[in-house]
């Protein structure tokens, strides 16, 4: 099980042993760490792959020179302040372990005795919440300078690889709009036709939904579609994989076939995306969800046996409704599969167990899912209701009567 452990990183005090779910919720209200803790694991995720992947210089080359933490704060712009020396982080992936305990030391990596069998390919994004800028800024592309590789440079390029998959001839039906599609075009740039079917605007000039949301779905359709085909390598490092086998001895050939395979196709997606809900309509948000889950199933259904994940970080009480509607159909799935088709949410249910959902509280995480009725309990994310019921009564005793002086 993949499982990761931080303490007292920034707002983070204590986690605890936290297992990585395909669907995973985090709740809190601002500046709790909700960010932090979902870059971090991000973060682990991407050297995992490079450690996969990579020759035997990256475990190296990430466990000397505080290389680890000071790549992990500049990519994800984190301040150096958030790390002290009783500073710790653990994670546990499929095929390595990762450990930095305190600010003075170098970070430990070990592969775990499964290594080469494990070891494959995928491909990870994080969709930060300045997201809308490539829509909001024209030519953002061309004006985003960073002295590094940072998280908003390296999603700019993503966007770049994931818009050229969606030409005229195939656009993309948005989900969270009623009729309205997007496409890419060399000359024109960004492209979304308008419900008549003959209207076309740049995003520049959509609402500030459409800009939000436009990059989570485009970015999810391409990572999903990635799955399973072949990572770019150029001829000589396809190659190289094989120079030191002896052409003789066909069961080491198959078995590095198969590792290599492993590791040149991509064999899941992980999607991490800051405030699902920005800018938009409940009903938006609830069919952004609605469509991740939906991809993550198209994902069980592929025989690469590695499990693709999403990520969430949320103030939203609809995301919330959304996931605990996905849940309930998985659960209804087990007693009638057919009503289940009928209500058209088959293509929707995933395994039991596949959600988790944490809130936040003084630094430190609680599991907010109902174990015995399997829903995210909704108290926490509700908590304003209180005050506003307690002002509400006050207020209506002075109206109508009933208040004293």
């Not at 605007?201 to 391409?222: C, D, M, R």
Request: charged share 25%; net charge negative; hydrophobic share 40%.
């Amino acid at each position: 099980m993949q499982t990761i452990e931080i303490r007292n990183i920034g707002p983070l005090v204590e986690t605890g042993n936290v297992p990585v779910s395909q669907v995973m919720l985090l709740i809190g209200e601002q500046s709790t760490g909700k960010s932090t803790f979902m870059k971090i694991l991000c973060f682990c995720c991407w050297l995992e792959k490079q450690v996969m992947i990579g020759g035997e210089g990256i475990v190296s080359k990430y466990t000397h020179y505080y290389r680890f933490w000071n790549e992990l704060k500049k990519y994800h712009h984190l301040n150096d302040d958030f790390l002290s020396d009783s500073s710790y982080i653990k994670y546990d992936g499929p095929a390595i372990q990762i450990e930095m305990d305190g600010k003075k030391r170098n970070a430990k990596i070990v592969r775990k005795a499964n290594f080469a069998e494990n070891k494959h390919n995928l491909k990870i994004s994080f969709l930060p919440s300045e997201r809308n800028l490539l829509s909001s800024i024209q030519n953002i592309e061309n004006l985003y300078r960073s002295k590094e590789v940072d998280v908003l440079f390296n999603y700019i390029l993503e966007w770049g690889e994931a818009r050229a998959q969606f030409d005229a001839a195939h656009p993309l039906n948005l989900v969270f709009v009623d009729r309205m599609k997007y496409h890419f075009d060399a000359k024109n740039g960004d492209v979304l036709t308008l419900a008549d079917g003959r209207s076309k605007i740049k995003p520049y000039y959509a609402s500030s939904g459409v800009q939000s949301a436009l990059p989570i779905q485009v970015l999810a359709t391409y990572l999903a579609a990635e799955v399973e085909t072949v990572a770019k390598k150029s001829p000589a490092e396809y190659l190289k994989q094989f120079d030191n086998l002896d052409p003789k001895n066909v069961k080491a050939l198959l078995t590095e076939w198969n590792n290599f395979q492993n590791r040149s196709s991509y064999q899941s997606f992980h999607m991490f995306v800051e405030e699902l809900e920005q800018n938009l309509f409940p009903k938006a948000q609830f069919e952004l969800v609605k469509l991740l889950v939906g991809l993550l199933k198209q994902m069980e259904k592929k025989p690469t046996g590695y499990k693709s994940t999403v990520f969430l970080t949320t103030h939203s009480p609809y995301v919330l409704t959304a996931l605990n509607v996905m849940m309930l159909a998985s659960v209804a799935y087990g007693k009638s599969p057919e009503r289940v088709r009928e209500l058209g949410l088959e293509e929707y249910v995933l395994p039991y167990g596949s959600y988790s959902a944490y809130c936040i509280k003084d630094g430190r995480f609680e599991s907010i899912v109902d174990e015995e009725y399997d829903f995210i309990k909704g108290d926490f994310l509700d908590s304003v209701s209180e005050m506003v019921d307690s002002y509400t009564f006050e207020l209506n005793s002075i109206v109508y009567g009933g208040a004293e002086g």
